[in-house]
């Protein structure tokens, strides 16, 4: 074999390995393109939401709401438009969070309940991979950047709905068990949690909620503790 056909020998070789890396090229590309258009779909949403003014006190009539909803279990923020089922576990376990966050928003374990002392913790997808099953896959990514005094409302086991509202946002990192706190049990409080910056799951945004006692029972004094 001369010196040019082991050059055409050799190019023939090289050919498939290109084609290869090429693809493989293109395949990493393109998913990091879904991905990020995924998650950029989120975000203009959520700056759509955060141009919406929010009516001040004042403004804001207050209703008394009907306690019996017909929906238990259930988590609504119209103003971010979520909605979503609250799902209740009995094991912290990675396998069973995942499990229950592909059907709604999940409560953690040994937290409060909505309505009482103390502070329930409920946590949801800000994103996910596409792959994965459920509807709820985005379901919190709304929550980034909400507005202070937003309304949260909640249904229980029974149906019954509290109303609370927005007093405090926060980052805080992956392992900070502290956003767990009961706080002693001297304030009826709510955490919403969401994993942030949306599309990774780096940090976790916090928003903190307490119980509007007027707007859950109106004038009269509360009810079923």
Not at 37 to 61: A, C, D, M, V
């Amino acid at each position: 074999m001369n010196p040019e056909q082991k050059k055409q020998t050799k190019a023939q070789k090289k050919k498939p390995i290109f084609t290869i890396i090429l693809i493989l090229i293109v395949g990493i590309v393109g998913y990091f393109v879904f991905i990020n258009w995924q998650n950029s779909q989120q975000i203009i949403k959520i700056s759509n939401l955060n141009t919406t003014r929010l009516p001040t006190s004042g403004e804001r009539e207050i209703k008394r709401p009907t306690l019996e909803t017909g929906q238990s279990d259930w988590l609504n923020i119209p103003d971010r438009k979520i909605e979503a089922p609250i799902i209740y576990i009995d094991e912290v376990s990675e396998d069973v969070f995942q499990e229950a966050l592909a059907r709604g928003v999940v409560h953690y374990p040994g937290t409060a309940l909505p309505g009482e002392y103390g502070n329930p913790y409920i946590f949801g997808h800000s994103s996910d991979y596409f792959w994965k099953p459920g509807d709820y896959k985005t379901i919190f990514a709304p929550l980034v950047d909400i507005p202070l005094d937003t309304e949260v409302r909640i249904t229980d086991h029974d149906g019954k709905l509290f109303i609370y509202r927005v007093i405090e946002t926060k980052i805080v990192g992956p392992k900070d068990v502290s956003v767990l706190d009961q706080q002693d049990y001297e304030r009826k409080l709510l955490s919403l949690q969401a994993s942030y910056p949306i599309g990774t799951a780096l940090k976790r945004y916090i928003v903190i909620c307490e119980l509007d006692e007027e707007a859950t029972y109106g004038s009269g004094e509360p009810t079923g503790e």
